[in-house]
């Protein structure tokens, strides 16, 4: 069955370094998302991504963070200067029509 | 606006109970679909159901089933004979339905019931 992975599966930085989350969306699909669940919290919307370009974000998605799908299959998420809060498990998505989720990547800030 | 409102923040029960876990909606749109995921201490999100605003039939899958009624924007979700493996972080959510998107719109997400099954 075709599924969603993310890379890596956990990730340390540094505050004020950048980061990249990538994930590859399952190969048919056309809609992308970048969801964030912080420890014991509950899951928030961060971004969806449709033909190349941003089809809706939330306000957290702010200028520090930024997505792109470089080659066609990658789809990434960019944290420009990581800060403590930005510690949280993020997944990926894509959808056909029914969102799939990645497994995650824990991103901690130290 | 869109919310999802999961009132019970943590449940307790003993193997072989059956448990309800309450979701409660709001939405302005007329078609919209609603979710129930599964996040097990392992943390990924396991897709259980997905319910379309026009179809208010319950459904039964094995142990779970769940109830979906409009008319009081809730869409609850019942284990019965629980197990210990059902132990896990139920969330419900919401997503609305866009005239360009169709059913590709971001989910809304509860704040998830942490059920805990004992033996």
């Known amino acids: ?46 971004v969806s991504f449709y033909n190349n370009e941003i089809s809706e974000k939330s306000e957290i998605f702010d200028d520090q ?14 944290i420009r200067s990581t800060k403590l809060e930005d510690s949280a498990m993020y997944f990926c998505a894509s959808s ?4 799939y989720f990645g497994p995650g990547t824990r991103l901690t800030v130290t | 606006a869109q919310k999802v409102t999961q009132a019970q923040t943590e449940i307790s029960v003993v193997e072989k109970e059956d448990v309800t876990l309450d979701c409660v909606y709001e939405t302005r749109d007329t078609t919209y679909y609603l979710f129930w995921y599964k996040q097990p201490p392992s943390g990924e999100l396991v897709f259980l159901i997905r319910r379309n605003s026009f179809d208010e039939q319950n459904e ?8 979906f009624q409009k008319s009081t924007s809730s869409f609850n979700f019942t284990i019965t004979a629980s197990q210990v493996v059902d132990s896990a972080v139920y969330f419900c959510a919401l997503s609305e339905t866009g005239f360009n998107a169709g059913n590709n719109r971001k989910l809304i ?9 004992n033996p």
């Open chain 1, 1 to 46: 069955e075709p599924e969603v992975t993310q890379t890596p599966s956990h990730q340390v930085t540094q505050m004020g370094q950048e980061v990249i989350l990538r994930c590859v969306p399952i190969s048919n699909h056309l809609y992308f998302y970048w969801y964030r669940q912080i420890l014991g919290q509950k899951v928030e919307f961060l």
């Open chain 1, 65 to 78: 963070f930024s997505v792109e799908r470089p080659d066609g299959s990658n789809f990434t998420l960019k």
């Open chain 1, 96 to 99: 056909g029509g029914l969102q």
């Open chain 2, 60 to 67: 039964i899958s094995g142990r779970y089933s769940w109830n």
């Open chain 2, 109 to 117: 997400w509860g704040l998830g019931t942490s059920l805990g099954v």
